[in-house]
């Protein structure tokens, strides 16, 4: 905070709210504060930042919070236990403890979800504001391609290229990523087209910026803001995809509790001890559903203009 | 009428109609484009990632010439691009090779697979629809109401339950605890060899042979993974028909016609639903897309003996071939039903056609 401008401690939402920002950092501030009071008013939205945020105490404090190891059980006193107060949800074939097993997943569930985001959302954003900035018959082939994509059916593209890649979680990663970065070059592309008309671009364009230079600096950080909401949508897709491969025996591979595979595991025993399958599953459910809830949440708070 | 406002008529009709063939090969170049990139695309995961095919034939331990005469053989020697012209000339005689698995030509294991496949999604598609819809104009007419609500909830479940689990939970419950429906596969092992498959699609062929005892198990077989697919199709179609509603119940035709005096049911469902229709065809016809999909996950779950167990099941043995055949042709479907509705929509909307 500079010292010209320090608002007292009650005016706080008045200096963030204000109509003649003195600085950038404010106006950003205050802009960051509006959206929060949209996004925090919309109490399913609030449900939803709360798990995801408590998915990510979990995944950080796993070790801690986790009562029995992962990996390792007692093939002779704790196989296939219904849930009870010692092992809350109950335990595997392998005498494991669900619930510790289900604190450890979260964390592959996280490393899915950040990876595929990682890796999809700056292919997505590359190819849009490029072929946005560029048109004519750059745009023209990108597109095209953008569009063959999307006119594939995902999870079976993604299937086919970890059948070639090889089982794993980090090659479940890729074929996700392959697979869902046409979205993103969408939307980027769209922001982009209005953005190019706007006379700051002309501006900065008559001072001899290259079109690299222009793209990067001046057009991309401001598809940013769509994508991210976009993505955060997306997140349940790529739970649901990640824990489908895992399921099909294509993502994580034994003994990693990946919850996909979990349930894979527990369909065995389905009949009997339905907790195995049961329990995994639900984490997936709450996962996703946070997502979706926190995306619905981001995309009425960031555009007042898509809200239904 | 002059002559020279005969030869503009003329002009005009010339130039729709040439308007129309631009369309038409516009579309024409857009199947093309698409296609060829499925193909590049699978012939890209087929021959470029794998180690490299030859050894994963004859083993590492083969003798150098062996090596050289089946690289010849798999046309291997011979530049990408011109492997890739004989892979597209291949798939498009539909031969996709021979499944290391099963030992048949691929694409006879798919014809056989592919009924049930279609069978389920459309069932599942059927369901969606014919509930989806009236509940999605419900909604959209009560805004805030019951219907809206469980739209709503419903949606949201649908984006975020994983669809094999709710099947297994669905056995649990419906198979396993209550004994409503029929377990896994598409029939009872008993009826299963008595019955000579005529289309393939399990429900006409034990109606056609009038075995109506068989036909009420295949039905209690098939209506739990349908109703789950179903489910999924009902949350799509219930939320989009409910958004075009909203759209179409705030145009001023429907003012006008409530100024005329028209019953609000017959605004509702005569006018309205008319034009929302539009739209509507294409996330049916989506819809179905993303079932045919869907159904890899539940045919695993079901034991289903669809396309989807297939390729599920060669992928586990590392069939190459089914399963890169069994991408193209769902990726074909895909594509032909992304089309097809993109067509639909043109030819229902009255106002695409001046453009």
């Known amino acids: 905070m500079s010292a010209v401008n320090a608002p007292s401690p009650g005016g706080w939402r008045e200096w963030l709210m204000s109509d003649r920002p003195q600085s950038r950092r404010q106006a950003a501030l205050g802009r960051a504060y509006g959206g929060w009071r949209t996004f925090s008013r919309n109490r399913l939205a609030m449900l939803g930042l709360a798990i995801v945020i408590a998915l990510l105490l979990v995944a950080l404090f796993a070790n801690q919070l986790a009562p029995y190891s992962p990996y390792i059980g007692d093939l002779r006193t704790t196989r296939l236990l219904p849930p009870s107060a010692a092992h809350w949800f109950g335990t595997d074939d392998q005498g494991r403890d669900i619930l510790s097993r289900i604190i450890h997943g979260s964390r592959i569930t996280l490393f899915v979800v950040v990876l595929v985001a990682i890796l999809a959302a700056p292919i997505g954003l590359v190819v849009g504001t490029v072929a946005g900035y560029s048109g004519g018959l750059i745009d023209a082939a990108l597109m095209r391609i953008t569009d063959i994509f999307l006119a594939f059916p995902r999870l079976i593209l993604a299937l086919a290229f970890v059948a070639a890649l090889g089982p794993g979680i980090e090659n479940a990663v890729i074929a996700i990523a392959i697979t869902s970065w046409p979205p993103y070059a969408r939307i980027a592309r769209a922001e982009t087209l209005t953005i190019r008309q706007a006379d700051y671009i002309a501006a900065v364009q008559l001072m001899g910026a290259s079109p690299w230079r222009i793209v990067l600096r001046h057009i991309m950080p401001l598809c940013v803001s769509s994508v991210i909401v976009r993505v955060t949508l997306d997140m349940a897709g790529i739970i649901l995809t990640a824990a489908g491969l895992g399921f099909l025996g294509l993502g994580a591979q034994p003994p990693t509790p990946e919850w996909g595979a979990m349930i894979a595991n527990g369909r065995l025993y389905v009949l009997d001890q339905w907790w195995v399958a049961a329990a995994p599953g639900a984490a997936i459910f709450l996962v996703s559903l946070a997502f979706n809830l926190l995306g619905d949440g981001l995309r009425d708070a960031l555009d007042p203009k898509g809200v239904k | ?355």
């Open chain 2, 1 to 355: 009428m002059t002559i020279a406002e005969q030869t503009r008529g003329g002009g005009r009709r010339s130039a729709r109609l040439l308007r129309g063939a631009d369309t038409v090969g516009r579309f024409l170049l857009v199947i093309f484009l698409t296609y060829l990139g499925l193909l590049a695309v699978t012939f890209f995961i087929g021959r470029v990632i794998p180690i490299d095919p030859v050894l994963a034939v004859v083993g590492d331990r083969a003798p150098e010439h062996v090596i050289q005469r089946v690289r010849e053989e798999m046309g291997l020697n011979k530049p990408l691009w011109e492997q890739f012209f004989i892979y597209c000339r291949k798939v498009l005689q539909g031969d996709f090779g021979t499944s290391v698995l099963t030992s048949n030509p691929v694409m006879q294991d798919i014809r056989r697979a592919f009924p049930a496949t279609i069978e389920l999604a459309t069932l599942g598609t059927i369901m969606g629809a014919g509930l989806g819809v009236p509940l999605g104009v419900w909604a959209a007419v009560r805004r805030g109401g019951v219907a809206d609500q469980l739209v709503r909830v419903m949606g949201l479940i649908g984006y975020s339950v994983p669809i094999f689990w709710l099947g297994l939970m669905g056995l649990l419950v419906f198979y396993a605890r209550l004994g409503w429906v029929g377990g896994p596969g598409r029939i009872d092992v008993a009826y299963e060899y008595s019955l000579t498959p005529v289309t393939g699609f399990m429900l006409l062929d034990t109606a056609i042979a009038g075995e109506w005892e068989a036909f009420g198990n295949a039905f209690s077989h098939l209506i739990l993974p349908a109703s789950l697919l179903g489910y999924f199709s009902l949350a799509y179609i219930s939320r989009m028909t409910r958004s075009f509603m909203l759209n179409e119940l705030n145009q001023e035709y429907v003012i006008a016609a409530r100024a005329k005096g028209l019953t609000e049911t017959r605004i509702i469902w005569r006018h309205a639903l008319r034009n929302a229709m539009v739209p509507l065809v294409t996330v049916i016809a989506l819809s179905y897309a993303g079932l045919l999909e869907g159904s890899v996950l539940t045919e695993t779950v079901f034991a289903w003996p669809g396309l989807g167990l297939y390729i599920t099941n060669s992928l586990q043995n590392a069939d190459m071939n089914a399963v890169l055949g069994g991408t193209i042709v769902v990726g074909s479907i895909f594509i032909g039903l992304n089309l097809l509705s993109d067509i639909l929509y043109r030819l229902l909307d009255p106002r695409t056609k001046t453009r």
